[in-house]
């Protein structure tokens, strides 16, 4: 008899795991989407300030060193025009690391300097936190990009 009551036990202790460990992965995932709509929005505005050649707040010294963030913004404001871009957003790619989520947005545009792919990740979490900015060709392969019909034509 006891021995049914600590299998009875058991079966309801692993069913209470089982459930609080299913509302913490609900409760945790729940505010992906809203991140990543704030990631993307913080994205587009990071490129409109580009633009206007305002943007360097957002760029912690965490990520990314200071004279090289003013030198890109002077040069992609200034040698590139990049008020006048002309492009589109391609995709988003969402990555599950080690220390957590990101989210890339992927934008292509033809600048007078060049015709550029910018790749720029934020860090999910607590806060949504830019991580990468990159640029690349248009040319090359990504394996990031999953909507191809959406690139621009080179």
């Known amino acids: 008899m006891g021995k049914s009551i600590f299998i009875n036990f058991e079966n309801q ?7 609080i460990s299913i509302c913490v992965i609900l409760f945790v995932g729940c505010d992906s989407p809203n991140q990543v709509r704030q990631a993307k929005s913080e994205a587009d505005k ?5 633009s206007l050649g305002n943007a360097y707040s ?6 990314f060193p200071a004279e ?3 030198a890109l913004i002077n040069e992609l404001k200034n040698e590139c025009d990049f008020a006048n871009r002309k492009g589109v957003f391609i995709n988003d790619y969402i990555q599950a690391t ?5 989210v890339s947005f ?4 033809y600048l007078k300097c060049d015709n550029i792919r910018f790749i720029i990740t934020y860090k ?15 040319e090359k392969d990504n394996p990031m990009i999953t909507s191809p019909e959406r690139q621009l034509k080179y």
Do not use: C, H, W
């Open 13 to 19: 202790m692993i069913k209470r795991i089982l459930i």
């Open 46 to 50: 990071l490129l409109n300030d580009i």
């Open 58 to 63: 957002a760029f912690s010294e965490k990520y």
């Open 68 to 70: 090289q963030t003013v």
């Open 98 to 102: 080690t220390d957590g989520k990101r």
């Open 106 to 109: 992927i934008y292509e545009y």
């Open 124 to 138: 999910l979490g607590k806060e949504v936190e830019l991580y990468e900015f990159n640029l690349e060709p248009i």
